[in-house]
């Protein structure tokens, strides 16, 4: 699945997500659902400090390099998934919950990865009713936790 179209399928699934960018590690930004170009930039750019803050934590503690990230405050949060090169940043409101706001980032990740066999089964069944079916799939999950 191209980037695109997987940041707007978290979207129509996450409610909780108000915004979301995909990026490099380097912080070039691959897809936004920001319809202002210069905010998905900045979230694109603090995307890249925050990879470079947990890089920097890691190697200080001498542990694996964090993988996931949460920067949170009264009025909202900063989600960030890491996948090898790639990485999805979110835009909270307050109070998220947590766990799921993480499987979503972590899904869509998965999804935009061409070798993983979620992102092959996404494209095998993609067409009309793909948006519908992911958002079945995620309130079923919801309904689980």
Same mark, same amino acid.
């Given at each position: 699945?191209?980037?695109?179209?997987?940041?707007?399928? /978290?979207?129509?699934? #996450?409610? =909780?997500?108000?915004?979301?960018? !995909?990026?490099?590690?380097?912080?070039?930004?691959? @897809? #936004?659902?920001?319809?202002?170009?210069?905010?998905? =930039?900045?979230?694109? @750019?603090?995307?890249?400090? /925050?990879?470079?803050?947990?890089?920097? #934590?890691?190697?200080?503690?001498?542990?694996?390099?964090?993988?996931?990230?949460?920067?949170?405050?009264?009025?909202?949060?900063?989600?960030?998934?890491?996948?090898?090169?790639?990485?999805?940043?979110?835009?909270?409101?307050?109070?998220?919950?947590?766990?799921?706001?993480?499987?979503?980032?972590?899904?869509? !990740?998965? !999804?935009?990865?061409?070798?993983?066999?979620?992102?092959?089964?996404? &494209?095998?069944?993609?067409?009309?009713?793909? #948006?519908?079916?992911?958002?079945? &799939?995620?309130?079923?999950?919801?309904?689980?936790?």
């Amino acid at each position: 699945m191209n980037a695109g179209q997987a940041l707007a399928d /978290l979207a129509a699934v #996450s409610s =909780q997500i108000d915004g979301a960018v !995909l990026v490099r590690e380097n912080g070039t930004l691959l @897809a #936004s659902t920001f319809s202002d170009d210069g905010r998905s =930039q900045a979230v694109a @750019a603090h995307a890249r400090e /925050l990879l470079q803050a947990a890089r920097r #934590s890691s190697a200080a503690t001498g542990r694996a390099e964090l993988s996931q990230v949460l920067a949170a405050t009264p009025a909202g949060a900063v989600f960030l998934v890491r996948d090898g090169e790639r990485a999805v940043a979110a835009v909270t409101g307050s109070e998220p919950t947590v766990g799921l706001v993480f499987y979503d980032l972590k899904t869509c !990740l998965r !999804l935009t990865d061409p070798d993983t066999s979620a992102a092959r089964e996404e &494209r095998e069944t993609a067409g009309a009713g793909t #948006s519908e079916r992911a958002r079945e &799939r995620h309130e079923r999950e919801a309904d689980d936790e």
